[in-house]
């Protein structure tokens, strides 16, 4: 198995050579930066800076500050989200291609947006955790993306990751539900393990995107249960999703 996945990354490296081609349009990098993008892709993200709901950090027009009409209505388990662009144009080719397409390094590039976001915050960070899995879906897909990503950010900080949260369901995919049915969809479905291990901490809780927030949610409730004291939200991109509740 470790054969056929060396195999694997040498084939993958041949089409998508780290740090000599943009990770988005394929092109070559005339100037290398530690984002693997070329300077039109670079430029062509949303990054979230300002005007963003203090919450759920989605985009909020450009004359709006504060809550945005969703958090007035739910009281979330964890405390803050950020992301770092919004999902729309090249970054959502780059994350399809990180989840689906066995790309992982490009957890590297991405793992940078994410610390270039949370240097803006001032939170203060005493662990790293990330969304979990189901078992079977991570050999299926190789890796989990979260995870990932929180390797590299843990690398960046010097904080520890928290690996005991587990994932009880494979659940179906979420694309297609309303923001209810996706609540509905991962109720009861983590657990936290080693609970004494991350008891009265602050958690940074790692996922690629943030849509309706129902999946990082779920697991903020049961990390609350565990006892942890603050919740902290990072995500690479945040999706609109324009459903109201």
């Given at each position: 198995?470790?054969?056929?996945n060396?195999?694997?990354?040498?084939?993958?490296n041949?089409?998508?050579?780290?740090?000599?081609?943009?990770?988005s349009?394929?092109?070559?990098?005339?100037?290398?930066?530690?984002?693997?993008?070329?300077?039109?892709?670079l430029?062509?993200?949303?990054?979230?800076?300002?005007?963003?709901c203090?919450?759920?950090?989605?985009?909020?027009?450009?004359?709006?500050?504060?809550?945005?009409?969703t958090?007035?209505?739910?009281?979330?388990?964890?405390?803050f989200?950020?992301?770092?662009?919004?999902?729309?144009?090249?970054?959502?080719?780059?994350?399809h291609?990180?989840k689906?397409?066995?790309?992982?390094?490009?957890a590297?590039?991405?793992?940078?947006?994410?610390?270039?976001?949370?240097?803006?915050?001032?939170?203060?960070?005493?662990?790293?955790?990330?969304?979990?899995?189901?078992?079977?879906?991570?050999?299926?897909?190789?890796y989990?993306?979260?995870r990932e990503?929180?390797?590299?950010?843990?690398?960046?900080?010097?904080?520890?990751?928290?690996h005991?949260?587990?994932?009880?369901?494979?659940?179906?995919?979420?694309?297609?539900?309303s923001?209810?049915?996706?609540y509905?969809?991962?109720?009861?479905?983590?657990?936290?393990?080693?609970?004494?291990?991350?008891?009265?901490?602050?958690?940074?809780?790692?996922?690629?995107?943030?849509?309706s927030?129902?999946?990082?949610?779920?697991?903020?409730?049961?990390?609350?249960?565990?006892?942890?004291?603050?919740?902290?939200?990072?995500?690479?991109?945040?999706?609109?999703?324009?459903?109201?509740?």
């Amino acid at each position: 198995m470790k054969f056929i996945n060396k195999i694997k990354e040498i084939i993958l490296n041949a089409f998508y050579p780290q740090h000599i081609k943009c990770i988005s349009c394929n092109c070559e990098l005339k100037n290398q930066n530690i984002y693997d993008m070329c300077d039109k892709c670079l430029h062509d993200l949303h990054f979230i800076t300002n005007n963003f709901c203090i919450r759920c950090g989605q985009k909020l027009p450009n004359d709006l500050n504060g809550t945005c009409l969703t958090c007035s209505k739910i009281n979330y388990n964890f405390d803050f989200a950020r992301s770092s662009v919004e999902f729309k144009d090249c970054i959502v080719n780059i994350i399809h291609k990180f989840k689906y397409s066995k790309c992982k390094f490009l957890a590297q590039p991405l793992s940078y947006l994410l610390y270039d976001t949370l240097k803006l915050q001032n939170w203060k960070i005493d662990v790293i955790c990330y969304v979990p899995l189901f078992l079977k879906r991570e050999k299926f897909r190789g890796y989990n993306q979260a995870r990932e990503l929180a390797i590299y950010l843990s690398q960046y900080t010097n904080i520890p990751i928290f690996h005991d949260i587990v994932r009880l369901k494979d659940t179906p995919t979420q694309t297609t539900l309303s923001r209810k049915e996706r609540y509905d969809n991962v109720k009861d479905c983590f657990k936290v393990n080693n609970k004494s291990a991350i008891k009265n901490l602050n958690v940074l809780l790692i996922d690629d995107v943030f849509t309706s927030g129902s999946t990082v949610n779920e697991v903020s409730k049961e990390l609350k249960k565990a006892g942890v004291n603050k919740i902290y939200i990072l995500t690479v991109a945040h999706a609109e999703f324009k459903q109201q509740i």
